[in-house]
């Protein structure tokens, strides 16, 4: 009779019908643990008795297996683990192979669905089997060194043609695959990654996935998830250039995304917040997607859908706060275009921005950004003058004298700079600006200049590090490390010091009273305006525009 451990050992073989004994894996001894819960039969030896009780031709080992046959069961298991590795080495012969089955499946599918048009039953056996070999291709992903020959075969053409494909469960599929090989987690070579995306263009994966982007139901559980990887293959193919302005310029995935993201619903879905995302992608990437989605009233309808979060926050961490940040970083790339800054003020974006900073809400960091590019460039004269008409002052230098972080100093910067560029001479709108700084004993410029002093010695403890790295270094090597140390720099708020003495720079020339209180606060610290001069002297690689502060001084 078999113990209850014999029992579990003898169940792991069985024979075949000679008499061997076969195994699924090596045959090893272990000693068998106490468990109350499973304990069955009686009571195993001591491990001394058990050591004891051996056969005297060593026959018995374990469960009735000899030693022998553990040793040859053994190295069959290594023989078969070995046998598989062979078999499953991945390289251009294995990748010919692949290519000929799916190429096979392709064609028994479509010669089936079309002899048997009105007989479902005779062609599903080989769409499921088109289906597996589908995803099959999942495991390149892992191999992007076989990408080259995967095209050279014409398989991508012929994957990418499946998004065409009657059954969109398989033109899902197609894509989710598609998905997987472009995604920026594949550790591709830029080469590799680009001969694969290459062969889908050709292939017209564009208009393909725009087909299925319309043809799919998002009622239909499947096929919403079909539009989230059509999404996802959006975003990958986005990381060039190139391909993300094509995709603004040559199909009508722009148009269908603004009205993805106006459609109403309860609670905003994952798909709501993609296509936001993704539409702020397309905006980021080409001053002519801007432009589409600006004659597209997309600047009117993004306010529209930010209006209501000048009362109420999204909940953290959830799909709609994604949704919002995408709507605001999409708008703000669109307000830095001139069509975009008028369409901005003809929407009463200036209006609705100066609402949300009142209230200490989510938006009010990136309402203040909003501005900021707005009144920002050449052509941002008529956004300043609407802030001033819209009773803006008072809210931007109530801000103004707060502590904030340092992207929203830079913004409130970065506002009040633009208005003393570009604010016409002696306009209404000026003269109250400049009043604004002259009020209450020049308290606006003592808050600027405190500001200066912050960000002048943490740019100044960079620089002295720079400085001694510098004098370590040859030539070319101080040529290889500009970009690091000017970012250095920047990271130190190099930007902000530049704008602020741009902001202290206009003061100084339009009025005495300021250049003497500004001058009085430099000689504080044993500086003149020297030291603003040559902040401003710094920024000499921009454009005219923005440098023109220098011959105020």
């Known amino acids: 009779?078999?113990?209850?451990?014999?029992?579990?050992?003898?169940?792991?073989?069985?024979?075949?019908?000679?008499?061997?004994?076969?195994?699924?894996?090596?045959?090893?001894?272990?000693?068998?643990?106490?468990?109350?819960?499973?304990?069955?039969?009686?009571?195993?030896?001591?491990?001394d008795a058990e050591e004891s009780i051996d056969d005297e031709e060593g026959r018995f080992f374990g469960g009735g297996i000899t030693r022998d046959t553990v040793d040859v069961l053994n190295f069959i298991d290594e023989r078969d683990?070995?046998?598989?590795?062979?078999?499953?080495?991945?390289?251009?012969?294995?990748?010919?192979?692949?290519?000929?089955?799916?190429?096979?499946?392709?064609?028994?599918?479509?010669?089936?669905?079309?002899?048997?048009?009105?007989?479902?039953?005779?062609f599903m056996g080989s769409e499921a089997d088109l289906d597996a070999d589908i995803?099959?291709?999942?495991?390149?992903?892992?191999?992007?060194?076989?990408?080259?020959?995967?095209?050279k075969l014409g398989c991508v053409a012929?994957?990418?043609?499946?998004?065409?494909?009657?059954?969109?469960?398989?033109?899902?599929?197609?894509?989710?695959?598609?998905?997987?090989?472009?995604?920026?987690?594949?550790?591709?070579?830029?080469?590799?990654?680009?001969?694969?995306?290459?062969a889908m263009l050709e292939a017209d994966l564009l208009n393909l996935l725009y087909d299925n982007i319309t043809r799919l139901d998002e009622e239909n559980e499947s096929d919403k998830a079909g539009i989230y990887h059509v999404l996802s293959v959006l975003e990958n193919l986005s990381s060039r250039p190139t391909v993300a302005e094509s995709l603004g310029k040559d199909t009508a995935f722009v148009s269908w995304l603004v009205q993805r993201v106006q459609k109403r619903e309860t609670v905003i879905t994952q798909n709501k917040q993609y296509g936001a995302e993704i539409l702020a992608i397309f905006l980021q990437s080409a001053s002519s997607n801007r432009i589409k989605f600006i004659d597209l009233n997309g600047i009117d309808i993004f306010l529209q859908l930010?209006?209501?979060y000048r009362k109420r926050d999204p909940a953290k961490g959830t799909e709609e706060e994604e949704y919002v940040e995408n709507l605001f970083d999409g708008e703000t790339c669109c307000v830095d275009e001139l069509p975009g800054k008028t369409k901005f003020l003809e929407a009463e974006g200036i209006e609705l921005c100066l609402i949300m900073l009142r209230e200490a809400k989510m938006s009010k960091p990136r309402a203040l950004r909003l501005l900021d590019h707005a009144l920002g460039g050449p052509d941002g004269a008529a956004c300043c003058e609407k802030l001033v008409e819209?009773?803006?002052?008072?809210?931007?230098?109530?801000?103004?004298m707060k502590k904030h972080d340092n992207q929203a100093t830079e913004h409130l910067l970065g506002i009040l700079a633009s208005m003393l560029r570009s604010l016409p001479a002696n306009s209404a709108e000026r003269i109250r600006l400049l009043a604004k700084f002259v009020e209450k004993d020049y308290e606006k410029i003592d808050r600027a200049m405190k500001i200066r002093r912050e960000y002048a010695s943490k740019?100044?403890?960079?620089?002295?590090?720079?400085?001694?790295e510098r004098v370590k270094l040859s030539a070319e090597e101080q040529e290889d490390r500009a970009d690091e140390w000017?970012?250095?720099?920047?990271?130190?708020?190099?930007?902000s010091l530049q704008t602020v003495d741009v902001i202290l720079a206009w003061l100084v020339a339009e009025g005495s009273g300021a250049k003497k209180r500004v001058q009085g606060l430099l000689a504080e610290r044993d500086e003149s305006l020297d030291a603003v001069r040559a902040t401003l002297q710094g920024m000499e690689t921009l454009p005219q525009w923005a440098r023109i502060e220098l011959t105020t001084l």
């Not at 970012?487 to 708020?493: H, T, W």
């Open 486 to 495: 000017l970012s250095r720099r920047l990271d130190a708020g190099l930007y």
């Open 1 to 47: 009779m078999l113990t209850w451990a014999t029992g579990a050992a003898y169940k792991a073989t069985k024979f075949t019908a000679n008499g061997d004994v076969k195994s699924n894996g090596k045959v090893e001894v272990e000693d068998v643990e106490d468990d109350d819960d499973a304990e069955a039969g009686p009571a195993l030896p001591p491990d």
């Open 81 to 122: 683990k070995s046998d598989d590795a062979k078999a499953e080495k991945l390289d251009a012969a294995w990748v010919r192979k692949l290519a000929l089955n799916f190429e096979r499946k392709i064609s028994k599918n479509s010669e089936l669905r079309a002899k048997y048009e009105d007989d479902p039953q005779k």
């Open 390 to 400: 819209a009773a803006g002052l008072k809210v931007i230098f109530t801000a103004f």
């Open 306 to 308: 930010l209006s209501p």
């Open 158 to 198: 012929s994957l990418v043609s499946l998004l065409s494909h009657e059954n969109t469960d398989i033109a899902i599929d197609a894509i989710e695959i598609i998905n997987e090989l472009t995604d920026e987690d594949v550790e591709a070579e830029q080469e590799q990654w680009d001969l694969l995306v290459d």
């Open 135 to 151: 995803k099959a291709l999942a495991i390149l992903a892992e191999h992007p060194e076989l990408y080259s020959d995967f095209a």
């Open 459 to 468: 740019v100044v403890a960079v620089d002295q590090e720079i400085q001694n």
